[in-house]
Nanobody, 114 residues
């Protein structure tokens, strides 16, 4: 099983990025997909999640700015991040959970700075 997260980068406040999480060895649409982030000196926090049936949930800090989605044909999950703020700066990780199994991708750095 491999989850490959990519799409991070450096943007100015108010900018946008789309993170991707390409999966192999699992079927994304059968898993709960989570996006976490970890800022320096802080604990990892759950940012957004999508269940197998498509129910989504967001941290209050990103509601109305971030959108989690998936493309079943590409077996890839996404995190669209709009109106980025400096406090969104962190390493972002994708995670897949199914029947007690949990898989993690490598992190991708997002830096929001003017």
């Amino acid at each position: 099983v491999q989850l490959q997260a990519y799409g991070g980068g450096s943007v100015q406040p108010g900018g946008f990025l789309r993170l991707s999480c390409a999966a192999s060895g699992i079927v994304v649409r059968l898993n709960t997909i989570n996006w976490y982030r970890q800022a320096p000196g802080k604990q990892r926090e759950l940012v957004a999640s999508m269940t197998a049936i498509g129910v989504t949930n967001y941290a209050d800090s990103v509601k109305a700015r971030f959108t989690i989605s998936r493309d079943n044909a590409k077996n890839t999950a996404y995190l669209q991040m709009n109106s980025l703020k400096p406090e969104d700066t962190a390493v972002y990780y994708c995670n897949a959970r199914f029947l007690g199994n949990s898989y993690w991708g490598q992190g991708t750095q997002v830096t929001v700075s003017s």
